[in-house]
């Protein structure tokens, strides 16, 4: 899980960086070559071209503001997306040292044994050292069930709050342009 986290979060973070800088100035660009072409056509001042003019025109702002629509996005989907991720890439940091805790005490419990067979520690001893690495072992095991269960939720969460993000981020570009459209019906 740890390699997908961070993939993750450098895909994710690539993709913000787009959205940032060039899927914002791609549509500006378009934007404005829609502006430059309504100009051409303001140039003809007829009335039967003025709704057209005006279409086109409106062609041009509804690109620029897809544009910023584009620039907006991010801190609806990506950024709640990535505070996650970056919550999970710490959280997964700390598993080696926890298992190298449990590790360390199950190697005492093997000496202890050892020890305990050659006569060097009595046998509460060894019981007592048992028990507490049973204990570690199975507040590990209760930890990582945890994890688990709350993995599932945490990372449901995430993704319907993305999707559904992405989903009114699509569906606003989509209205903008249906009503850029509905212009050009009556040019």
Known sequence: MDDSVRQLLHVTQDNMRKHIGPF??????????FTSLSLAFE???????????????????TYNQIGGLFEQQPKYDIV??????????????????????HKGAMI???ECQKSQED?????????????RADVISYALLAEINHFQHERVT???LLMQNYLKEQISFYQKITSKLEDTLAMYEKA
């Open 119 to 131: 006569g060097k520690i009595s046998e509460s001893d060894y019981q007592a050292v048992s028990s």
């Open 80 to 101: 709640p997306l990535l505070e996650g991720l970056h919550e999970y890439k710490g959280l997964l940091s700390t598993f080696p040292d926890i298992l190298t805790v």
């Open 154 to 156: 945490d990372f449901k």
């Open 43 to 61: 140039i003809e001042e007829e009335s039967y071209s003025t709704p057209l003019t005006m279409a086109i025109k409106n062609t041009g702002e």
């Open 108 to 110: 005492k419990v093997r």
């Open 24 to 33: 914002k100035r791609e549509f500006q660009k378009i934007g404005n070559t």
